[in-house]
């Protein structure tokens, strides 16, 4: 005597991932993921004082891996979230580095000259910290971000097992 049992899985995933889902703690943990690799990026670029610019590659593996482990999605609203996260975290990180730059050479506070700035001088320190490999690595982690945000959807086939 057989027994078989199919598992099916339609085009977007199986029916318990797409009901394990939590895209509201993919975002809240992407963020803080987001924030403690611009963090990151700007205490390395603050101590060895140079910008290493294939940290972004890091950023975009964190933020990909905090948002795929915690949202369990496989929808392309995670990838979005996960691309765009790796990409604010890696500006964010610049511009804390230049930040406390500014504050070193000032005798400042970090927060006194972050809290300070306006749209214009923002420009102006990012353009002066661009280089252009910087647009690689900013890719690359984009692409990071977005693949790694998401848990496989590739439509499984069916899946019998039997037992004798």
């Known amino acids: 005597m057989s027994n078989s049992i199919n ?54 593996a964190l933020v990909g891996f905090a948002i795929r ?6 929808s392309l609203k995670f990838g979005l979230l996960g691309g765009g996260l790796a990409l604010f975290g890696c500006l ?22 972050l809290f300070s700035l306006d749209w214009e001088i923002i420009q102006d320190l990012m353009s002066y910290s661009f280089d252009k490999i910087d647009l690689l690595f900013y890719g690359v982690a984009i692409v990071m971000g977005y693949k790694f945000s998401t848990v496989g959807t590739e439509e499984e086939e069916d899946v019998e097992v039997i037992t004798e």
Do not use: H
């Open 7 to 60: 598992f099916n899985s339609d085009k977007n995933g199986s029916t318990s991932q797409r009901n394990s889902e939590n895209f509201f703690l993919a975002v809240m943990v992407g963020v803080i993921t987001c924030l403690f690799s611009s963090l990151v990026w700007a205490g390395i670029t603050v101590i060895t004082e140079y910008q290493i610019s294939y940290m972004a590659i890091g950023v975009g």
């Open 92 to 113: 964010f990180g610049n511009l804390l580095a230049q930040v406390a730059f500014l504050a070193q050479e000032y005798s400042l506070g970090y927060a006194e000259v």
């Open 69 to 74: 482990f915690t949202g369990k999605g496989g």
